[in-house]
């Protein structure tokens, strides 16, 4: 029997040949890659892989090659569309996705709209992103209506819960975003505070009843567990549960919401901090109906639907990975219509002008089936 380090030598031979021939494929497919520029010609072509991969895998001795011969060269090939999309772009061939670079993001006398009523933790949101230019703001009543108020042009801006530290994404939004295709423009994060607010005067063995939006309710489960016998309602938020309770003004009604609220709508607070994770924090978008972006923005979001196939989504995926982009999140929303099938949403960080993220959205919108840029903001 050989050695070990006899065959490590075998290997290393090979590993050399190997290195060599993958490099005079990649300089052919450099040149197949001016012949696309010259002629205009997509660099995917999906059928030419799929003979390739039929031939080559056949040519294996045993399934277990035929297999791993199919896996290498999908990756090879995979590589040789990456350095087509590069050398586009260095080209110059690069259809740049429909966004206007702006220097700056004027809010001054902006319209922004937000949903639920005065004291939603939107409206905290929104203060502490528009700072002093947020004066003009009013509210609706549902997240598709400010979304509708961003497309009739009623507003400039509106700002949208997208995604809590605990309870995890307001996947409503995330439809709106695809439905409506607006484009967010910044991100504000709150942390949120839960407490219980009873009418002035309550105790808080007088509860039976308790009001809030499902999410937060979800955020307090540990402490609602406690209480078991307590009744739960669902509001649209927590702003309008204090409303309520309020309004209602009997002491067996509680509301769960913010402490500013408390101070709104003149309720006492029966209990403070009673969300269960103490770093509860909710995301907030700040979305607008023009797609802008600054020199500033270092977060994209896109959201994306490939082939519904064994291996489409790590595909998809390749793209960031191989530019060396670093994602921040992912998200899947089920297709309507489809079901069992699903779109995708990623955060990651870059700018439209830097040279990795046109590669990986080149790559991105060539081999997926839709591909939109939700917006190019500061984090
Ligand atoms: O043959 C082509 O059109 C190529 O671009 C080359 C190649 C390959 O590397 O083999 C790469 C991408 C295409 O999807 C198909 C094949």
Wanted: contains cysteine; aromatic residues 8%; proline residues 2%.
């Amino acid at each position: 029997m050989k050695n070990l380090l006899e065959l490590r030598d075998e290997i290393d031979v090979i590993d050399k040949q190997i290195v060599a021939l993958y490099q005079q494929r990649m300089q052919i497919a450099a040149e197949v890659a001016e012949y696309k520029i010259e002629t205009g010609k997509k660099v995917f072509d999906k059928d030419r892989e799929m003979e390739k991969l039929a031939t080559l895998s056949a040519l294996g001795d045993s399934a277990f090659n035929r297999h791993g011969i199919r896996e290498l060269f999908e990756q090879i090939m995979s590589i040789s569309r990456k350095r087509q999309y590069q050398l586009m772009t260095e080209h110059g061939i690069y259809e740049k996705p429909d966004f206007e670079e702006l220097d700056t993001l004027d809010y001054k006398n902006a319209r922004i709209v937000f949903q639920g009523t005065e004291g939603a933790y939107t409206q905290l949101a929104l203060k502490q992103y528009f700072g002093e230019d947020a004066g003009n703001s009013y509210h609706v009543e549902t997240w598709r209506d400010a979304m509708e108020a961003i497309a009739r042009g009623d507003a400039d801006y509106a700002v949208l819960p997208i995604e809590n530290s605990s309870a995890g994404i307001v996947s409503e939004n995330y439809d709106l975003m695809v439905e409506y295709g607006h484009c967010i423009v910044g991100e504000q994060i709150i942390k949120i505070e839960h407490a219980l607010l009873g009418v002035p005067g309550a105790k808080l063995s007088d509860i039976t009843d308790v009001y809030s939006h499902p999410q937060a309710l979800m955020q307090c489960a540990r402490y609602l567990e406690g209480h078991r016998e307590w009744e739960k309602h669902s509001l649209k938020n927590t702003a309008m549960a204090a409303q309520k309770v309020r309004e209602d003004g009997m002491r067996h009604k509680a509301a769960i919401a913010s402490r500013i609220t408390a101070e709104i709508y003149g309720l006492d607070v029966l209990e403070e901090g009673i969300q269960d994770n103490k770093q509860n924090a909710t995301r907030f978008i700040i979305v607008t109906g023009k797609h802008v972006f600054t020199r500033k923005a270092n977060k994209i979001s896109i959201c994306f639907e490939g082939a519904h196939e064994t291996g489409s989504l790590y595909h998809m995926l390749s793209h960031l990975i191989y530019n060396g982009i670093n994602m921040d999140h992912i998200e899947s929303r089920p297709l309507p219509e489809r079901n069992w099938e699903y779109r995708f949403f990623v955060d990651f960080e870059g700018n439209l002008n830097d040279p990795a993220v046109q590669n990986a959205l080149r790559g991105l919108s060539e081999e997926t089936t839709r591909l939109q840029i939700l917006g190019n903001y500061e984090a």
